[in-house]
């Protein structure tokens, strides 16, 4: 199993567009800034698609190797949304892939939501405002496909 939480995501040029996510916490998917990668189906949803012209194409070092990307920075609103508490909302990069089926949260995004993991096998997590000895449980995982 793995870390996977469950989040507020808010187009900031589409004011009104927000969905809930559940996203994979990926350590290993490294950031300069909060970036959130979002599969392409999402990235329709959210109204981000009709705005590929204006992102940046860059490369992403996987498992598999290199894959090119479109990045639109600081498109998101990200929020961690749980029955009990909220994180501070953080601003964005939009990571779109038309590869990946999962959301994923990078070094960066996970460190300003103030996400903890406690144990990555079982999927146990919690927020870094959260009291000592608070587990989370991970989420299933949803796929965008």
Do not use: C
Not at 62 to 77: F, K
Not at 92 to 106: C, G, K, Q, R
């Amino acid at each position: 199993m793995a870390i996977r939480i469950r989040l507020g995501v808010r187009a900031r040029f589409e004011p009104g567009v927000e969905v809930r996510v559940v996203a994979l916490v990926n350590s290993g998917f490294e950031a300069d800034t909060p970036q959130l990668l979002v599969p392409m189906k999402l990235a329709v949803k959210l109204g981000l698609y009709q705005r590929l012209p204006e992102a940046r194409i860059e490369s992403y070092g996987t498992s598999a190797g290199p894959v090119r990307m479109y990045v639109l920075p600081q498109a998101l609103d990200v929020w961690v949304e749980e029955p009990d508490a909220e994180s501070p909302v953080v601003i964005t990069d939009a990571v779109i892939s038309d590869v990946e089926v999962e959301v994923l949260i990078s070094d960066y995004l996970a460190g300003e939501l103030g996400l903890i993991g406690e144990d990555f096998r079982h999927g146990v997590w919690r927020l870094r405002t959260d009291q000592l000895g608070k587990q989370r449980s991970s989420y299933p995982p949803q796929k965008w496909v």
